[in-house]
């Protein structure tokens, strides 16, 4: 019993930890009788995506820390009525790594950095106090996203 025990907190400790990062989810907007979050139509997003914009989701249920993003540079097969989709995120502090929930997605143009990816530090700041809470939890503007600089959003 013991030699088991020791077998299996051994494997443990040589296992990645267990994370959903860059995998697919569906955006969401806030329900406004507060029910279920709603799915972003596919038409939503690709009629703003001409700005070269990135989209947060928070309260996605397809991810453990409820935010899908979607980057500028997402693409998709999706039909315009289809919901919109993007990758599980979650927040992070400048300069930390964010390793994928499948390390081959850790190169290339699927690697996750930490970035800004919403606002300046000062402006997200300001709209949190402003309104009492335009971003519920959000405190900084650091989330693991697709391409860009940390110093995006400044």
């Given at each position: ?67 899908c993003v979607r980057d ?9 009525d289809d919901p919109a ?70």
């Open positions: 019993m013991k030699a088991a025990l020791v077998l299996l907190a051994v494997a443990f400790v040589g296992c990645k930890p267990a994370t959903d990062l860059n995998q697919r989810c569906s955006l969401v907007k806030r329900n406004p009788d507060g029910g279920k979050p709603l799915s972003i139509a596919e038409r939503d997003v690709r009629n703003a995506q001409g700005a070269n914009k990135d989209f947060i989701a928070i309260g996605s249920l397809d991810c453990e820390d409820l935010i500028s540079a997402f693409t998709t097969d999706s039909g315009l989709e993007g990758y599980c995120s979650r927040q992070c502090q400048q300069g930390t790594s964010c390793p994928s929930y499948d390390e081959n997605l850790d190169r290339g143009q699927k690697a996750l950095n930490c970035r800004a990816l919403l606002l300046s530090q000062e402006t997200l700041a300001a709209l949190t106090s402003s309104d009492g809470g335009a971003f519920p939890g959000v405190r900084d503007p650091y989330f693991c996203a697709r391409g860009g600089s940390a110093d995006a959003g400044n």
